[in-house]
């Protein structure tokens, strides 16, 4: 089983945005939905967007590249369902927020 990696400290990322990082080589993007965390792969499966640079609103993210639509929560595709983003368990943990890769993804 896969241990958790420090990965940001919480205040790092604003309510209703995002941020780009490297979890052991694979780009991940780590988003505050209302001081929940929530992370997925980085790299949109459609055209390899950068899905942390995306905007946020609620628990969807857009690519900024084709406007593809995710939710942050699940890591499904709102506009194409044949898509989908790996997502990655996240930890608080006092101030630090950790990740992992999820069993399911």
Do not use: W
């Not at 209302?34 to 499966?45: K, V």
Request: glycine share 10%; hydrophobic share 35%; proline share 5%.
């Amino acid at each position: 089983m896969s241990e958790f990696v420090k990965v940001a400290r919480v205040g790092d990322i604003q309510p209703g945005s995002g941020k780009t990082l490297n979890l052991r080589g694979t780009p991940v993007a780590l988003f505050n939905v209302d001081g929940q965390y929530f992370a997925i792969h980085n790299s949109c499966p459609h055209e390899d967007g950068p899905l942390g640079e995306g905007t946020l609103c609620g628990c969807v993210v857009t690519c900024p590249v084709h406007a593809y639509e995710f939710d942050v929560t699940s890591g499904e595709c709102l506009t194409e369902s044949a898509y989908r983003v790996e997502r990655f368990e996240v930890r608080v943990d006092g101030d630090d927020i950790l990740l992992r890769q999820s069993a399911d993804a």
